[in-house]
């Protein structure tokens, strides 16, 4: 582990241990502790910060509060067929939602296709996670998720939060390349990114945030401190209706709930999701061409002649640099971020022995 000033790296599998350890010391199964570590440090590792490792203070919180329930699995719930419902029983959703996706993946390649609704599950984190284990397969998906009674955006003309990041990923598969991977909050920001920044002590970008005022602020403080802001959608109205659609895509039609004055979290520590996922074997298409076609796009718009000097990028490539950066580098940590997290740990149950291998 190397520290610098106000921010730490550390390698991705002794991070990935101390994760893993913590869960046990917490109480979940190896299992459990083991797919939780993996999430949150792949996320990292994808240069998502916001759904990382510094997410562990905030679950440990709604665990002590009774709202996360470990060492759940998934319930089934109805079967049709190609169509799956399923219950996360409030349990760790990057449990339930590996459980529900190993699903969808059986059903999809046994019948061609596979919508599967997930609901009641803790917080699933970085959807692209589960997009990345459909492709893994072979397979094409879309998710729509919602962020049930957790409301921290503000509808396009709208002064205060009325409903959450919700987010929406796809996934397209390629032969003997990293997939496209398309998935990004609804929001302009997703909430953890406004989380780093304030445990950094920087601003965010503007048209990001605005006050409780309805204010435009470029003041990450205002999601964190009250009175509450609000982010806002990306897109102006385009940001605002993708979010609707997952609202009532992942939340009502997967038999969970919307956001709305009954629906409202009690805890901010508290995230709760529903997802649902259409998975696609491409082989059950007449499109022979398909790849080729797919490389010929992107090959296409690679040739256009850059503006700056940045480079021209498809859905995924950016993960896909973080990861062998940071696989290279280390993963950073904030200082605040790290402290907070070794907290928790001590709240788990791990003794200073324990932590000493870590530190």
């Not at 502790?33 to 203070?57: E, F, K, T, Y």
């Not at 492709?135 to 409301?151: E, K, M, Q, T, Y």
């Not at 965010?204 to 509450?228: C, F, Q, R």
């Amino acid at each position: 582990m190397r520290q610098n000033e106000g921010e730490i790296s550390i390698d991705s599998d002794r991070l990935t241990r101390l994760v893993q350890t913590l869960w046990r010391a917490a109480g979940s199964s190896e299992t459990e502790a083991r797919l939780v570590a993996d999430h949150l440090v792949q996320a990292n590792l994808s240069g998502h910060d916001s759904h990382g490792v510094g997410m562990i203070p905030s679950y440990m919180i709604s665990r002590q509060q009774g709202h996360l329930q470990q060492n759940q699995h998934v319930q089934v719930v109805k079967d049709a067929g190609a169509v799956l419902t399923v219950d996360g029983n409030n349990g760790f959703g990057q449990v339930a939602a590996c459980e529900a996706m190993s699903l969808g993946i059986e059903r999809a390649q046994q019948l061609g296709m596979c919508a599967i609704a997930l609901r009641n599950t803790h917080h699933i984190g970085r959807v692209g996670h589960w997009a990345e284990q459909c492709a893994r397969a072979g397979l094409i998906s879309f998710h729509f998720v919602n962020v049930v009674g957790d409301p921290m955006v503000a509808p396009f003309h709208g002064s205060d939060r009325r409903f959450g990041t919700n987010p929406f990923c796809a996934i397209f598969p390629r032969k003997e390349q990293p997939p496209l991977l398309l998935d990004f909050a609804t929001s302009g920001i997703a909430f953890g990114k406004t989380r780093v920044a304030w445990n950094k002590g920087v601003q965010v970008a503007p048209g990001n945030l605005i006050d409780h005022k309805g204010t435009p602020t470029v003041e990450p403080s205002v999601m964190h401190e009250t009175p509450y802001g609000s982010l806002l959608a990306f897109g102006l109205h385009k940001g605002y209706g993708l979010a609707v659609m997952c609202e009532i895509l992942g939340g009502a039609l997967s038999g969970g709930q919307t956001t709305h004055q009954s629906s409202l979290q009690t805890s901010v520590e508290a995230i709760f999701n529903s997802m649902t996922t259409i998975i696609l074997d491409p082989k059950a298409f007449d499109a022979p061409q398909m790849q080729q076609e797919a490389e010929a796009f992107i090959d296409w718009v690679k040739a256009s002649p850059q503006a700056d000097d940045q480079p021209i990028q498809v859905p995924g490539e950016f993960e896909e640099a973080q990861r062998a950066e940071r696989l290279r580098d280390g993963i950073p940590v904030d200082a605040n971020t790290w402290q907070q997290i070794l907290a928790a740990a001590r709240e788990a149950g791990m003794s200073e022995s324990e932590l000493a291998e870590f530190i």
